[in-house]
């Protein structure tokens, strides 16, 4: 399952599926031919889709064309009516237990700390370790969260809950990371900061993630690739190649380029061509 | 804090001593005659004369009723549980548990002492039981069917065991209507022991009897005087499990956990 690929574009690290230049890259994640049905609505028509590891892919796309469908097969709480999903080679359908995985809402539990909500997943897997907890620490200290160890989730801001739930993602140690809208209920500001924030962390952390949302300037401004979905039926009707320069900041949401990508895609959601 | 005093202490215990005052007031300006209510300072002198038998008794009805709880509370926990897990166990035994509420459970306490001894606790500790269990078992299954499902979602794509997933989310995020159901049980718990000790014929006594025999023998200081005292163990009851509640949950009212470890991780953030 290893396919090589050379960069086609100019002098960017990353190309625009996020394959570093001369580095063989590796398919991590592979569905084909998945499908989902409920009732007499189509919700997922069969839909092909490889990610690169390492990749930032964002899925756009209005209200019931799939995309949460298609996450919740990827992570295994739906069986797909047909077709199958790999992750690194292995078959993963209907099992659970592979992917990192994060909501708009936080979904911290209350009764538990920042750090003992970071370790959550230990916890409902096989108990929190002495590593488990040293390396909460050691991730919300480098991410700015250090002295809000021992805080209950309700003395936290918007953002910073988000933050943590996103810290909680990343100590599974999972290779692929599903956020869906992980920033959907934030004011614009906030977002921005997130969103350079979780590009950071992204790039230290070499993690492949798969994004969904709502605007179309944030799937822009994160990802190597933007996918973009249509309901009734459910599917990917484009797959648009992001080459703008990492790494990124506010200044790329300028760009002649951006722009060009942007119209594209705000075409595809909302024009004629459609 | 003051303004907490003032608030949580002192307007509450205000409030009681009004309504003991208002209670004077009524038997010395409509000349209630002694037979019929005494003044709550002879109420309470007639309890305090008598103490010296009255304390065995109190401690026989205290007994009754934290053991008739505490199994109530259990049981009433256990059934919440296995009719929130098994579909078949809930139809089944909904019914049930609005019978055994519908029935007047002074009518049970006949049968439920003839079955279970007359010189004995056990009727009593039962009755307390059939009545602190409903509240706990409704509120506790309310808790659990409401958990939040994408939680569980997020907890099933961990990969987590039912098990887990059952002590880590689901009965923390029941606590909250486990006590309501609890403070419920806790205001109805004396009641129940009450009942059980009216219709048992315990040979070394009890409050419930000796209320009784004082009604016959017209002392009336020592009825009002021991019926406020039963409201004052229902109170103090439903006092503790406030503050068992308080103590358990302490994420509903503070910011942080451990706050002696808050100052040294300051400390160390401060050196970076």
């Known amino acids: 399952m290893t396919h090589e690929f050379r960069s086609l574009l100019r002098g960017s690290p990353r190309d625009a599926q996020g394959y570093i230049e001369g580095v063989p890259s590796t398919v991590l994640l592979e569905l084909s031919a998945v499908a989902k049905t409920f009732g007499d609505q189509v919700v997922l028509s069969p839909t092909d889709l490889l990610i690169t590891e390492g990749s930032f892919v964002s899925i756009v796309g209005p209200s019931g064309c799939g995309k949460s469908t298609l996450f919740n097969i990827i992570a295994g709480l739906l069986a797909p009516d047909a077709g199958d999903v790999t992750l690194a080679g292995r078959s993963v359908v209907g099992a659970t237990g592979h992917v990192g995985y994060m909501l708009q809402k936080d979904l911290l539990v209350p009764w538990r700390n920042v750090e003992d909500n970071i370790t959550m997943a230990a916890r409902l897997t096989r108990g929190v370790t002495a590593a488990d907890r040293d390396e909460a620490r050691r991730v919300a200290q480098r991410y700015g969260l250090g002295e809000f160890l021992d805080h209950y989730p309700k003395a936290l801001s918007g953002g910073m809950r988000q933050r943590v739930a996103f810290m909680r993602t990343l100590v599974t140690h999972q290779s692929l990371l599903l956020l869906d809208e992980p920033f959907g209920a934030l004011d614009a500001q906030t977002r921005l900061d997130m969103q350079r924030w979780l590009l950071d962390v992204w790039r230290e952390s070499g993690r492949t993630v798969l994004f969904i949302t709502h605007d179309v300037d944030e799937s822009i401004f994160l990802s190597d690739r933007i996918l973009v979905m249509s309901p009734r039926p459910g599917r990917i009707v484009a797959d648009i190649a992001n080459s703008l320069a990492r790494p990124r900041d506010v200044d790329v949401l300028t760009d002649p380029h951006f722009v060009e990508i942007k119209g594209h895609v705000l075409r595809l959601l909302y024009g004629a061509d459609r | ?201 315990s040979s070394s006594g009890s409050i419930a009897l000796t209320i009784s025999q004082a009604n016959g023998n017209n002392e009336e200081g020592l009825v009002y005087g021991l019926t406020l005292l039963l409201a004052a163990i229902g109170v103090a009851f439903f006092l503790a499990v406030v503050g068992v509640e308080a103590l358990s949950t302490p994420w509903l009212r503070r910011t942080t956990s451990r706050p002696w470890r808050r100052r040294r991780l300051a400390t160390s953030g401060a050196d970076q």
Not at chain 2, 137 to 149: F, S
Not at chain 2, 174 to 201: D, N, Q, R, W
């Open chain 2, 1 to 201: 804090m003051r303004a907490r005093v003032v608030g949580w202490v002192l307007l509450p215990l205000a409030s009681i001593g009004l309504l003991l005052l208002a209670w004077e007031l009524v038997v010395v300006v409509f000349h209630v005659q002694p037979y019929i209510a005494p003044r709550p300072l002879a109420a309470i002198q007639a309890v305090i004369d008598k103490w010296g038998v009255l304390w065995p008794l109190v401690l026989g009805i205290l007994r009754e009723t934290v053991f008739g709880f505490a199994g109530g509370a259990v049981l009433g926990f256990l059934f919440a549980v296995a009719m929130s897990k098994v579909r078949v166990v809930r139809r089944l035994l909904y019914p049930q548990l609005i019978l055994s509420q519908a029935v007047p459970v002074i009518a049970l306490a006949f049968p439920l002492t003839a079955m279970l001894g007359f010189d004995s606790v056990r009727p009593i500790i039962a009755i307390v039981i059939w009545i602190v269990f409903f509240p706990v078992t409704v509120n506790v299954l309310d808790g659990l069917a409401h958990v939040d499902q994408d939680l569980l979602n997020l907890a099933k794509v961990y990969g987590a065991s039912r098990w887990r997933t059952f002590f880590q989310i689901e009965v923390p995020a029941t606590i909250s209507p486990l006590f309501t159901g609890l403070k419920i049980g806790a205001t109805y718990a004396i009641t129940g022991s009450f009942i059980g000790e009216s219709v048992s014929a």
